[in-house]
């Protein structure tokens, strides 16, 4: 059974950081890209960072650039999100997906809210 299981999310003020973490299992974890995404009331969800199967490769949308970083242990199926200087605007459900060829699992979501 495929299971993303997301945590870390919370309340915090401008400024501060938390990190996320997503914890795999009932895939193959090292084949797939890992994406965490986030999604506003009303709005599209919308893609805030990716890291390739190896952990060599990461893409992040360009407002959280220098502030989020992405990273994976394949050894321990996990990936996480250090979110640093967070803003009122990062506050949104953040969502972790895992992507490979024609399989696509997500998460159920952990609320991320900051307080201005």
């Known amino acids: 059974q495929v299971q993303l299981v997301e945590s870390g999310g919370g309340l915090v003020q401008f400024g501060g950081s938390l990190r996320l973490s997503c914890a795999a299992s009932g895939f193959t974890f090292s084949n797939y890209v890992m994406n965490w995404y986030r999604q506003a009331p009303g709005k599209e969800r919308e893609l805030v960072a990716s890291?390739?199967?190896?952990?060599?490769?990461?893409y992040y949308k360009d407002s959280v650039k220098g502030r989020f970083t992405i990273s994976r242990d394949n050894a321990k199926n996990t990936v996480s999100l250090q979110m640093n200087s967070l803003k009122p605007e990062d506050t949104d459900v953040y969502y972790c997906?895992?992507?490979?060829?024609?399989?696509?699992?997500w998460g159920q979501g952990t609320q991320v809210t900051v307080s201005s």
């Open positions: 890291i390739s199967s190896t952990g060599g490769s990461t």
């Open positions: 997906n895992a992507r490979f060829r024609s399989y696509n699992y």
